[in-house]
T-cell receptor, first 114, second 116 residues
Framework: QQQVKQSPQSLIVQKGGIPIINCAYE??????FPWYQQFPGKGPALLIA?????SEKKEGRFTISFNKSAKQFSLHIMDSQPGDSATYFC?????????????FGSGTRLQVQP | GAGVSQSPSNKVTEKGKDVELRCDPI?????LYWYRQSLGQGLEFLIY????????KSGLPSDRFSAERTGGSVSTLTIQRTQQEDSAVYLC??????????????FGNGTRLTVT
């Protein structure tokens, strides 16, 4: 119930393309869904996050789409650039008083070709 | 301002030796987390500390792993009798308070542990 399943494992797109990374969860107590971006040799950094009271959130070229009934959420990167090449992790956590550490997906390595 | 600092950045040790990994969180952050990232894998939760509350140790993989947080600031992750499967990048993160929508995790760059 604590798992977050992420796909694809890797993704190659051309500059300007729109990579889409998908995540699915089972724990209905999850109500916070962030995405983290990690460059080689660096720690992950928060990119964008969403709560389940909205179905979509945009920040610049990054958009999260959220489907509560399907328990799925996805990251879209509009007009992707070579500088977006990184590993992306989805994550989730509950907002109850129990364990509230983030559960991460397995990561997607994105390569944007010039 | 200064971010989360981890030391050493790289550590090579022989199987069976003990190692200590250090994390200096962002000043004022009350929550501190340790995660492990194996090659090509996601982030595996190990332990978190929140203020003066008892730490959540539910992610520690075995009793060879332990962690302390002194004075509500610096944390040390200790691995005793290291095994080759302990080889990974150990990431520390801090947040102003226990994880919530407005309290994102700030990660350090990790310590890459190699057990030979």
């Amino acid at each position: 119930q604590q798992q977050v399943k992420q796909s694809p494992q890797s993704l190659i797109v051309q500059k300007g393309g729109i990579p889409i990374i998908n995540c699915a969860y089972e724990n209905t107590a999850f109500d916070y869904f962030p995405w983290y971006q990690q460059f080689p040799g660096k720690g992950p950094a928060l990119l964008i996050a969403i709560r389940p009271d909205v179905s979509e959130k945009k920040e610049g070229r990054f958009t999260i789409s959220f489907n509560k009934s399907a328990k799925q959420f996805s990251l879209h990167i509009m007009d992707s650039q070579p500088g977006d090449s990184a590993t992306y992790f989805c994550a989730a956590s509950p907002f109850d008083t129990g364990r509230r550490a983030l559960t991460f997906g397995s990561g997607t390595r994105l390569q944007v070709q010039p | 301002g200064a971010g989360v600092s981890q030391s050493p950045s790289n550590k090579v040790t022989e199987k069976g030796k003990d190692v200590e990994l250090r994390c200096d969180p962002i000043s004022g952050h009350t929550a501190l987390y340790w995660y492990r990232q194996s090659l090509g894998q996601g982030l595996e939760f190990l332990i978190y500390f929140q203020g003066n509350s008892a730490p959540d140790k539910s992610g520690l993989p075995s009793d060879r792993f332990s962690a302390e947080r002194t004075g509500g600031s610096v944390s040390t992750l200790t691995i005793q009798r290291t095994q080759q499967e302990d080889s990974a990048v150990y990431l520390c993160a801090s947040s102003p308070r226990l994880g919530s929508y407005n309290s994102p995790l700030h990660f350090g760059n990790g310590t890459r542990l190699t057990v030979t």
